[in-house]
Structures are given as C-alpha cells and as structure tokens.
C-alpha cells in the first residue's frame, strides 16, 4: 500500500509539473507576442519623432535657415534630453522622494 502511495504521489507530481509546464508555455507565448507588438510600436513612435522634428527643421527653415533651424531643433532636443535624464538620475539614488 505504501509502495502503491508513493507511486501516485510521484505521477500525481508528475502530472502537475506537466500542467504548470504547459501554463508556463502559453504565458511566455503570450509575452513574447507583446514584446514584439511593443517593439515595433517603439519603432514606429521613434519614426514619428523624427518626422516631427524634421518638420520643425522644415518650418523654421525660412525663418532662419536651414542651419540655425537645425541647432534650434537639436539644441532643445539635447536639452529635454539632459533634463529627463537628470530627473531619472535622481529617481536612482537611494532616499531619493518619489
């Protein structure tokens, strides 16, 4: 009877690793499907900046042409950019407020 148990118990075991394999399968499909949508709609926002600021070169061209509309663009691009990682710096330091 106790060999009998201990037979049971290990397909029992066996059975329910079986079962979490499968979930464990069908999450990661799922994830992996979500990870791709993600990426491509990175690509496409990434895409979309550009046209933006190249848009904004185009506009400012006849403004102060094509020179200076470009360093207007890049110069407050890299400024947004230094600000945003300067407040993500500081969301790392340890004791930092939220």
């Not at 102060?64 to 993500?88: E, K, Q």
């Amino acid at each position: 009877m106790v060999s009998r148990l201990a037979g049971e118990t290990r397909a029992l075991a066996g059975a329910e690793i079986a079962v979490y394999k499968a979930r464990f399968g069908i999450t990661l499909a799922a994830y992996k499907t979500a990870a791709m949508f993600f990426a491509v709609a990175g690509v496409l926002a990434l895409a979309a900046l550009i046209a933006l600021l190249v848009g904004l070169i185009m506009t400012l061209t006849p403004l102060v042409g094509p020179g200076f509309a470009t360093l207007i663009v890049v110069g407050v691009v890299l400024v947004l950019a230094v600000v945003l990682g300067l407040v993500g710096k500081s969301k790392l330091t340890p004791g930092a407020p939220s």
